[in-house]
């Protein structure tokens, strides 16, 4: 039976096994859901993109890659913890230092667990890069459904939809029930991706479910 399809943990042993593409590939999934965590934490745009940049040098530079691993939950919860925690020491005395200077690596045992309203914060700012990313390669593999998802986000009339896109109300209401369900899909292909085994999925789908409608085939 093939394993479960868990990019995520993949491309972490990748980056345990020195290959940067690994690490990138990790931080490119990653990166835009902490800065936009930091930024709705406070941060300038500036800011959040250094501690960024710092939250995941503490994974090159600490014990925290090494410890990572699907018996520890999600990788999500990690991130999130380190970004906690660096920033609960800029808040508390970094500020007259330079941005990483003199911090001591952060190990597993360090971290304290996130506070419920920074996780309730973080997930809502994960699951906005999930749709995004699903919004993006909607464009690109089914533009016509795009177009008319987009202009309905926008809260055009259906009638002005239909007449700017040459089509029918008609039309127009199958591609945007298709578009959705396009994108339902393509979010739990995601999800599917930073699981460890179906068990683990099916809780993860079931959390997400908070903040977005993942029903449907």
């Given amino acids: 039976?093939?394993?479960f399809p868990s990019t995520i943990w993949q491309d972490l042993e990748r980056a345990r096994s020195g290959e940067a593409s690994g690490w990138s590939a990790v931080v490119a999934r990653y990166r835009p859901?902490?800065?936009?965590?930091?930024r709705r934490r406070g941060q300038s745009e500036a800011d959040?993109?250094?501690?960024?940049?710092?939250?995941?040098l503490q994974f090159v530079r600490g014990h925290v890659l090494a410890g990572a691993g699907p018996a520890r939950g999600r990788f999500r919860s990690l991130i999130l913890a380190v970004a906690c925690n660096i920033l609960r020491h800029r808040v508390r005395d970094d500020r007259a230092e330079k941005r990483g200077g003199g911090r001591r690596p952060l190990s597993l045992?360090?971290?304290d667990v996130a506070a419920p309203e920074?996780?309730?914060l973080f997930d809502r700012e994960w699951v906005a890069r999930l749709v995004a990313s699903a919004l993006e390669e909607l464009s690109r593999s089914r533009p016509a459904y795009h177009d008319a998802l987009r202009?309905?986000?926008?809260?055009h009339p259906q009638a002005e939809i239909a007449r700017t896109l040459g089509r029918?109300?008609?039309?127009?209401?199958?591609?945007?029930?298709?578009?959705?369900?396009?994108?339902?899909?393509?979010?739990r292909a995601l999800v599917r991706e930073s699981c460890a085994d179906p068990e683990t999925c099916g809780a993860e789908l079931a959390h997400l479910s908070r903040y977005v409608d993942l029903s449907g085939t």
């Fill in 1 to 3: 039976m093939p394993d």
């Fill in 33 to 38: 859901a902490v800065v936009a965590f930091l």
């Fill in 48 to 56: 959040a993109e250094d501690l960024a940049q710092e939250v995941f």
């Fill in 109 to 111: 045992e360090d971290l």
């Fill in 118 to 120: 920074d996780r309730d």
């Fill in 151 to 155: 202009m309905v986000l926008e809260e």
């Fill in 168 to 187: 029918s109300v008609a039309q127009v209401n199958n591609q945007v029930h298709r578009a959705r369900m396009w994108i339902r899909r393509r979010i």
